[in-house]
């Protein structure tokens, strides 16, 4: 429960940002081989983007042996 609380503000946070700084958001969806669907909202993307690597990053999503 908390971990989605602090998910959920770390995305309109991230929104917030990268609808204000639109160079940043390109640059960061630019990233790797692919290159993202123009379709897609591009501050959006980019906020999913960093909550992905976010969520990756929890303690949880680590593989244990």
Do not use: F, K, W
């Amino acid at each position: 429960p908390d971990e989605s609380r602090v998910l959920v503000s770390a995305y309109g946070h991230h929104l917030s940002y990268y609808g204000e700084h639109g160079d940043e958001a390109r640059r960061l969806i630019s990233q790797g081989e692919s290159m993202p669907n123009s379709a897609l909202d591009r501050p959006e993307l980019a906020a999913c983007t960093t909550i992905a690597g976010l969520i990756l990053n929890l303690d949880e999503a680590v593989t244990r042996e």
